[in-house]
């Protein structure tokens, strides 16, 4: 299985609802990098797996939706505890729309499955990993 790999970040503020949030249940900010891993069986003619730069330029108009914003007043997070782990699904679903409308290029279209990996510190991550 081949992978290509891209990052970016991004910096957030939300709450999150549940006494087991402890002082997560008031409004704070997370900075995360965001690590998107496209993983392919074969690459196509010119030995690519997807092209990087626009691998790059759909991760950004992805994230572009949710920087520097109050995810608590997202409405299509309404109701939902925006946690590390939701929000990776979240990009993901959004990379696996990308990847089926040919935004990826055509190389893009043999893309099996992809992982996404948010960072919200050295010491502590999440992924969702799925296929397409």
């Known amino acids: ?43 196509d003619a010119s030995n690519l797996l997807v092209d990087i730069a626009a691998a790059r330029v759909e991760l950004r108009r992805i994230l572009d939706a949710i920087d520097y914003r109050n995810l608590d007043t997202v409405p299509e997070f309404a109701g939902q505890n925006t946690s590390t782990e939701f929000l990776c699904q979240h990009i993901h679903g959004r990379l696996g729309a990308a990847v089926k409308d040919g935004r990826l290029g055509e190389s893009g279209r043999k893309v099996e499955a992809i992982k996404v990996l948010l960072r919200e510190s050295p010491l502590a991550w999440a992924a969702y990993e799925a296929a397409v």
């Open 1 to 43: 299985m081949f992978s290509l790999t891209v990052a970016d970040h991004i910096m957030v503020a939300h709450s999150f609802r549940g006494e087991e949030f402890g002082p997560a249940q008031r409004v704070h900010g997370a900075t995360f990098v965001v690590e998107a891993e496209f993983r392919a069986a074969r690459l």
